[in-house]
């Protein structure tokens, strides 16, 4: 992954101890489906 937000976690990464950030691929369809399921109540 690259890019500008990419950087940031990256760089937040390697400054915080006792965690560790992973970037974790999804497809686009997917992200909202809560929100969609939700709609209307």
Excluded at 11 to 38: K, M, S
Aim: glycine letters at 8%; proline letters at 2%; charged letters at 35%.
């Amino acid at each position: 992954m690259e890019g500008y937000d990419a950087d940031v976690i990256r760089a937040i990464d390697e400054r915080i101890d006792g965690y560790t950030l992973r970037f974790e691929p999804t497809v686009w369809d997917t992200i909202f489906v809560a929100l969609v399921e939700d709609h209307g109540k």
